[in-house]
């Protein structure tokens, strides 16, 4: 998977965490496909304090996944779950988590 996708994810997981202006350059950047000069132009602020928050928002992400797992213990409840023949099993698990 490449960085950009991972860190879409993560910003599922963990983007509440983040503060308004991290979240509000995230998005731009990723999900609306800004550059960081068109981000700076529409918030009235420099390239480079852009560019600041994207990175800030990316570190925290990588940081809360770093210490929470919680992307990585999805992905491996989802490869315990392949392995259950038994679909009543699976859907009571799959109900607890979602």
Not at 7 to 19: A, F, K, S, T
Not at 22 to 48: M, Q
Request: charged share 35%.
């Amino acid at each position: 998977m490449d960085k950009r996708n991972y860190l879409v994810i993560l910003y599922d997981y963990y983007g509440v965490l983040l503060n308004d202006d991290n979240k509000k350059y995230f998005e731009d950047y990723y999900f609306d496909n800004l550059s960081l000069g068109e981000i700076a132009i529409n918030s009235g602020v420099s390239r480079n304090a852009v560019h600041k928050h994207i990175k800030s928002a990316e570190l925290k992400l990588l940081f809360y996944e770093d210490k929470l797992k919680l992307y990585e213990k999805e992905e491996k409840l989802k490869e315990a779950l392949k392995k259950i023949d038994d679909e009543s099993i699976k859907d009571e698990i799959i109900n607890i988590f979602s």
